[in-house]
C-alpha cells in the first residue's frame, strides 16, 4: 500500500513559478513510475508528467511540455512539479499517482492517488 499526500498548491499570478510536492509512504517508493495529472469540473483528468522509478526518464503533456519538470528524490520518497510561465488555463487540482511506468501513467493507468492540491492561476 502507498499514500501519496500532495503539497504546495495555492494561488499565483499568471507568468509566476510554483512547485508542487507529493511525499509517498511506503519502502518501495523507487519501484513505482510517479506522475501528475490535473482535473478541473466538467473535464476528463488530464496527464501532465511523468518520471520512471530511477528518475531517468520523463514525460510531458504538449501542454506543459517546457514550462513544467517533474523529478523525484527517491531518498526522500518525494515526487516534485516543478511549474513555470504558469497560464489561467493550468489552473486546477494536480494530482500525484503511483503506477506502474511512465507509459501506464501516461495512459491514464494508476495504482495509487493522491487526494490532490488546488492550483489556481490568475491573469
Known amino acids: 500500500q502507498v499514500q501519496l499526500v500532495e503539497s504546495g498548491g495555492g494561488l499565483v499570478q499568471a507568468g509566476g513559478s510554483l512547485r508542487l510536492s507529493c511525499a509517498a509512504s511506503?519502502?518501495?517508493?523507487?519501484?513505482?513510475?510517479m506522475g501528475w495529472s490535473r482535473q478541473t469540473p466538467g473535464k476528463e483528468r488530464e496527464f501532465v508528467a511523468g518520471v520512471s522509478g530511477s528518475g531517468g526518464v520523463t514525460v510531458y503533456a504538449g501542454s506543459v511540455k517546457g514550462r513544467f519538470a517533474i523529478s523525484r528524490d527517491n531518498a526522500k520518497n518525494t515526487v516534485y512539479l516543478q511549474m513555470s510561465s504558469r497560464k489561467p488555463e493550468d489552473t486546477a487540482v494536480y494530482l500525484c499517482?503511483?503506477?506502474?511506468?511512465?507509459?501506464?501513467?501516461?495512459?491514464?493507468?494508476?495504482?495509487?492517488w493522491g487526494q490532490g492540491t488546488q492550483v489556481t492561476v490568475s491573469s
Open positions: 499517482a503511483a503506477g506502474r511506468t511512465v507509459a501506464s501513467l501516461e495512459g491514464g493507468s494508476y495504482d495509487y
Open positions: 511506503g519502502r518501495t517508493f523507487s519501484s513505482y513510475a
